[in-house]
């Protein structure tokens, strides 16, 4: 079955954020915020009222610039594309703030005949012993040994297990069986933070902390 894909980006929520709803006129959101505006943004042009909240004024020439101009700021090509783009996708990217109720930004997947939108996320691939001694020996740790990174350890290894420690010598602690982190669905993101922190393999078996 054809989905629909959409992007929500940070500037479809910047825009909603200063769109007016005081009123609708005919086939268009008109706002009330000030007297005169054409533009549901409160301006009486919306490239240049996307353009200022999007990008700011552009940097010109203050000699080079016609206060009495009618013509408002001049913004690249790329940058108009990009605003007509970002405006015309405005009434799904709303679609979706309200359906969800949510602001988190990223990709977002729907039947092509139905509202059910969902946020996509990528599929991690499933977690192997070779993966996780391989990120282990790939990532270089952060910081120097101390009782704040094993403290930082522990937290991210009990979303996993309820048995944080299964041993302890004068100045190391040993923790759950790696196998066992593997069948409880640790992340890759996880395991490069426990490596950051300077946890180890000992013995390719068990996590542990020297301190």
Do not use: C
């Not at 409160?42 to 552009?58: A, C, F, Q, R, T």
């Not at 101390?146 to 004068?170: C, E, P, R």
Request: hydrophobic content about 35%.
């Amino acid at each position: 079955m054809a989905l629909d894909k959409f992007e929500l980006k940070k500037e479809h929520l910047i825009l909603l954020r200063n769109l007016g709803w005081e009123s609708i006129s005919k086939d268009r959101i008109a706002t009330l915020l000030e007297e005169g505006a054409e533009t549901p943004f409160g301006g009486i042009d919306i490239v240049e009222d996307i353009g200022n909240m999007l990008y700011g004024k552009p940097e010109t020439d203050a000699l080079s610039v016609d206060p009495l101009s009618p013509f408002g700021p001049e913004y690249t090509d790329e940058q108009k594309e990009n605003i007509q783009t970002i405006l015309s996708e405005l009434p799904r990217a709303l679609e979706i703030v309200l359906y969800l109720k949510t602001f988190e930004l990223g990709h977002y997947t729907k039947k092509w005949n139905l509202k059910d939108w969902k946020r996509h996320t990528k599929k991690s691939k499933r977690m192997t012993y070779e993966r996780f001694k391989e990120l282990f020996d790939e990532t270089e740790s952060e910081s120097e040994s101390d009782g704040d990174n094993a403290f930082q350890g522990l937290q991210i290894i009990s979303k996993y297990t309820t048995n944080l420690v299964q041993g302890a010598a004068h100045n190391v602690i040993y923790t759950e069986d790696v196998e066992d982190l593997i069948k409880a669905k640790i992340t890759e993101e996880d395991v490069i933070k426990l490596a950051k922190l300077n946890w180890v393999l000992e013995n390719g078996t068990y996590l542990a902390y020297f301190v």
